[in-house]
């Protein structure tokens, strides 16, 4: 058993002059304040990557810099399903008396620390070092590969697309933290400049500075009772080109399990934080996790179904398409969000029930993926 | 193992996969061994070429000095006929579906397949 004791997350966007540790480090202090908790209780520390200061030891760079001395530490690497899967081992080592207090952290300067040339350039190199990157593809074309089979195999059109960019900016709108505050409607989205055909500006998230932390523990630390009620993982492939049949991709692989050792339907979740890194993305990860039919999630969100009031709350603090997409905090902010909307403190965001959550994570090109469910305990 | 065949990676106008005795399994991304039941051994055979278009995606905006100077380029992934999937380039008409034949082009610095709809019907009367 293991319980989501406290969670910090800075603003995305520009942090002029701060660096990836100092990002961190704010995430962290956020998210201690937030547990009741003292520096010197912290006894695990897990931590995501910098691809703007890489560096081979980075868990112990943060613990020193921090001040920790932890008795468990080391970094995870799976790409944007890194948060989640921090979080999946917290949940274990805690669970099994490893450690008693976890702090699962990451941030990083990559808006102003470096060239958005370089973070696309950086990111593209999760493509095959032989076989694909001497073809000049990105991040946007692995997706736009993707999306165009999608889109041929069930119909899905740019427009329908372009429902999930509208829909995050929704929602980005009422958190004061988020990278962009100016409302877009899909006509904006169907002009925004073309990146990687089918996908444009608009259905691609942004590049972000940002920090986001949480800390997980054996028992609650506050009157917050949120515990990780099961998660599981799914790893199918690494590179695009090696990737399996649209209908035997991770996620459904991943979200069986969760259900399966949880005994919990998707009838019974209440809020869904969906990893959303390109509008494709989360309209396959929904229609795969089955929060949607196959081809139906883009109706959905025009129904309203998605939205704050409608019946299933999605990513209520606006995504990586619009709050923001530092690396491994940016999924981590789904996190975040998940937990204040299950402690009634989103605010003017605060959805009626948030009592179960599924989260998903998704990591490389729907390579590596990460399902869990959440629950507000009594 | 068999002699190992130059293709486009190492600079030649050629697609090279491996081919798996024990099991049948073919892979594109050049190993040791098989990925599907781990024998080593494999035959190396060129490829036909011919293939059929998996998806597409025109890359308009590039990341490095020479790959921008080439946008748009058409990424494609293609289902050869001998049964392995490829990442290559492609013309920018092509569709998901076509029948299609490489060619190999020079791109930032290096020469790389490039797919262009076929144009003759193939044995089970595709037009390619």
């Known amino acids: 058993?293991?319980?989501?004791?406290?969670?910090?997350?800075?603003?995305f966007g520009k942090h002029e002059g701060s660096s990836s540790l100092d990002l961190m480090s704010q995430a962290a202090a956020l998210a201690l304040a937030d547990a009741g908790l003292a520096r010197s209780e912290i006894d695990g520390i897990l931590c995501g990557y910098s691809t703007v200061s890489p560096h081979i030891m980075l868990a112990t760079v943060f613990a020193e810099h921090f001040g920790i001395q932890p008795s468990y530490a080391h970094a995870v690497q799976v790409g944007g399903a890194t948060g989640l899967a921090m979080t999946m081992l917290a949940h274990t080592l805690v669970d099994a008396g490893v450690a008693r207090h976890v702090l699962v952290v990451a941030g990083e300067n990559r808006l102003t620390g470096q060239s958005r040339d370089a973070s696309i350039q950086a990111l593209a190199q999760v493509g095959h070092p032989d076989y694909e990157v001497p073809l000049g593809p990105t991040i946007p074309a692995y997706y736009g590969l993707v999306a165009s089979r999608y889109m041929h195999e069930y119909g899905l059109t740019q427009?329908?697309?372009?429902?999930?960019?509208?829909?995050?900016?929704?929602?980005?709108?009422?958190?004061?933290?988020?990278?962009?505050?100016?409302?877009?409607?899909?006509a904006d989205v169907m002009a925004s400049k073309p990146v990687a055909l089918p996908l444009k500006l608009l259905d691609c998230c942004p590049v972000s500075d940002g920090g986001a932390a949480f800390i997980i523990s054996r028992e609650p630390t506050t009157d917050a009772r949120v515990r990780i009620?099961?998660?599981?993982?799914?790893?199918?492939?690494?590179?695009?080109?090696?990737?399996?049949?649209?209908?035997?991709?991770?996620?459904?692989?991943?979200?069986?399990?969760?259900?399966?050792?949880?005994?919990?339907?998707?009838?019974?979740?209440?809020y869904a934080a969906v990893y959303d890194s390109f509008t494709i993305t989360l309209a396959m990860l929904l229609e795969d996790l089955g929060l949607a039919g196959r081809g139906e999630a883009a109706a959905r969100v025009r129904a309203g179904h998605f939205s704050r009031d409608g019946q299933m709350p999605l990513n209520t603090h606006g995504g990586l398409l619009s709050y923001g997409h530092c690396g491994v905090g940016g999924a981590m902010a789904h996190l975040v969000e998940t937990h204040l909307q299950m402690t009634g403190r989103a605010g003017e965001r605060q959805v009626r029930d948030a009592s179960l959550a599924l989260l998903h994570g998704d990591g490389g090109v729907l390579s590596s993926h990460v399902s869990m469910v959440l629950e507000r305990a009594r | 193992m068999s002699e190992k065949l130059a293709d486009w990676t190492m600079g030649e106008a050629a697609i090279v996969y491996q081919s798996c005795a024990a099991c049948g399994n073919r892979q594109y991304f050049r190993r040791g061994f098989c990925a599907s039941c781990g024998a080593t051994g494999?035959?190396?055979?060129?490829?036909?070429?011919?293939?059929?278009?998996?998806?597409?995606?025109?890359?308009?905006?590039?990341?490095?000095?020479?790959?921008?100077?080439?946008?748009?380029?058409?990424?494609?992934?293609?289902?050869?006929?001998?049964?392995?999937?490829?990442?290559?380039?492609?013309?920018?008409?092509l569709a998901i579906g076509d029948r299609v034949t490489a060619r190999f082009v020079p791109f930032a610095g290096r020469l790389v397949p490039c797919f262009a709809k076929a144009s003759q019907p193939d044995k089970t009367g595709r037009w390619r």
């Not at chain 1, 329908?160 to 960019?165: G, I, K």
């Not at chain 1, 080109?241 to 996620?251: E, H, N, Q, R, Y």
């Not at chain 1, 692989?253 to 969760?258: E, F, W």
């Not at chain 2, 020479?66 to 990424?75: D, L, M």
């Open chain 1, 1 to 11: 058993m293991s319980y989501i004791t406290g969670v910090g997350l800075t603003p």
């Open chain 1, 159 to 186: 427009e329908d697309l372009a429902e999930f960019a509208v829909l995050m900016r929704r929602h980005a709108l009422m958190h004061p933290g988020a990278q962009f505050h100016e409302p877009i409607t899909v």
């Open chain 1, 229 to 270: 009620r099961g998660c599981a993982q799914a790893h199918t492939h690494q590179h695009v080109t090696a990737a399996p049949a649209l209908d035997k991709l991770g996620a459904e692989i991943a979200v069986a399990k969760v259900k399966a050792a949880t005994g919990i339907a998707i009838s019974d979740v209440r």
């Open chain 2, 42 to 93: 494999l035959a190396e055979r060129r490829a036909s070429g011919e293939g059929t278009v998996y998806a597409t995606s025109l890359v308009c905006r590039a990341a490095t000095p020479e790959t921008k100077a080439h946008v748009p380029y058409n990424i494609v992934l293609v289902d050869a006929d001998e049964g392995f999937r490829m990442m290559a380039h492609g013309d920018s008409d």
